[in-house]
Nanobody, 125 residues
């Protein structure tokens, strides 16, 4: 499966952005999709994930309550809605997918087989 992440940009603190992860090559039904981010000089970290069934949604503590995930099966796309953005959310955001990942591994980047190219989010104070 090929993933295309988009929607990044420059916003001010408190504003919102919606990132998209569009898939091609196969349907995202039955596929877990995760979002990770990497800030300059830092390691890549888990942000959010949707389980293979789509019924389980998981968020890191740093974004819980501000970010949401949704799927549009017709468009074969997963969205990461980011609200109340903070300067510390500034990073390159990546989406990843796996058709075999187990729930307990959703937060592990090494568990995902497919990755998008990343989209830059910059939040100014």
């Amino acid at each position: 499966v090929q993933l295309q992440a988009s929607g990044g940009g420059v916003v001010q603190a408190g504003e919102s952005l919606r990132l998209s992860c569009a898939a091609s090559g196969r349907t995202l039904r039955g596929v877990a999709v995760g979002w990770f981010r990497q800030a300059p000089g830092k390691e890549r970290e888990f942000v959010a994930a949707s389980s293979r069934t789509g019924s389980g949604l998981y968020f890191s503590d740093s974004v819980k309550g501000r970010f949401t995930l949704s799927r549009d099966n017709a468009k074969n796309t997963v969205y990461l809605q980011m609200n109340l953005l903070k300067p510390e959310d500034t990073a390159v955001y990546y989406c990843a997918a796996s058709s075999s990942i187990i729930t307990s591994s959703l937060g592990m980047d090494s568990a995902y087989a497919y990755w998008g190219q990343g989209t830059l989010v910059t939040v100014s104070s």
